[in-house]
């Protein structure tokens, strides 16, 4: 312990940073000097998807996290993996918050969507300190005319369902800085297209090994990918929903894995 007092502060934020919120509070209890220590430390990280809980553990830990913490210090990342009993309002309430204080990373792992929806805030939207996005099984719903993510660079679309093809165009072009984009897909009957057209884009990571059936013939179906700037690209899925691919002039990597029918 003595050992671990001569640490500088510094040091310490970032060992604090690397481990999970609800660990990095308990070293409160360590000493008078460590008491306050973890209030500046700039992530949130939270984990509790599978809790049987009949009230949501995360919301009471979250919101006393946010409420003590020093909030002159920035949330650089938050990390957030909840569960079903999660109420909606306080996710939403969470998004805002961390608007507010210039988070630069956020990762969103929903698991419970299939309870209740979840409404993106619009302020996430606007957002102009964000880098990198992450979202997970999050129902993605009404995104607005007016959107620019300004620094974001980073874009994962993991099981995320859209109401339209439409709110699909409007998130993507709203990303107009954006590098690296990586998006899985299940069977989702709201998008036909999905179209990626992003000039900035270096590196696109697409999966759709969810999706069944085959393509009709005169349909607009499937993936329209226009990134001529692309470096480093990897799909995998049905042969027949992939089409308008234009030249790629920069493309140094590719990994393509396509099977034909259901299977």
């Not at 984990?47 to 002159?72: C, M």
């Not at 979202?135 to 980073?154: E, G, Q, R, T």
């Not at 099981?159 to 990586?182: A, I, M, N, Q, T």
């Amino acid at each position: 312990m003595d050992r671990m007092s001569l640490l500088p502060d510094d040091l310490i934020f970032k060992i604090l940073s690397l481990i999970p919120s609800k660990v990095s509070v308990s070293t409160s209890l360590l000493s008078k000097r460590w008491y306050s220590l973890w209030k500046r430390v700039p992530n949130l990280r939270y984990s509790d998807p599978y809790s049987d809980s009949g009230y949501s553990r995360a919301s009471g830990f979250i919101d006393k996290f946010l409420l003590l913490r020093d909030n002159t210090h920035a949330i650089e990342t938050m990390r957030l993996y909840v569960n079903r009993y999660c109420p909606r309002i306080d996710i939403e309430t969470w998004f805002r918050v961390a608007v507010s204080r210039g988070v630069r990373v956020l990762l969103f792992n929903d698991c419970r969507t299939w309870y209740q929806p979840i409404r993106l805030p619009r302020i996430l939207y606007t957002c102009e300190t964000l880098a990198t996005l992450t979202l997970v099984s999050a129902v993605i719903v009404d995104v607005p005319l007016n959107i620019c993510f300004m620094s974001l660079k980073s874009l994962s679309l993991i099981y995320v369902d859209f109401p339209s093809d439409e709110s699909v165009h409007r998130l993507l072009s709203g990303c107009r800085v954006l590098e690296d984009l990586k998006v899985i897909r299940d069977n989702n009957e709201n998008v036909k297209t999905f179209k990626i057209m992003i000039p900035s884009l270096q590196r696109l990571t697409v999966d759709d090994v969810f999706i069944y059936g085959n393509p009709v013939p005169g349909h607009d179906v499937g993936f329209v990918i226009k990134a001529p700037y692309l470096k480093s690209l990897a799909i995998t899925g049905q042969f027949g929903w992939f089409h308008s691919l234009v030249k790629m002039p920069y493309l140094v990597k590719a990994n393509i894995k396509l099977r034909h029918g259901d299977y």
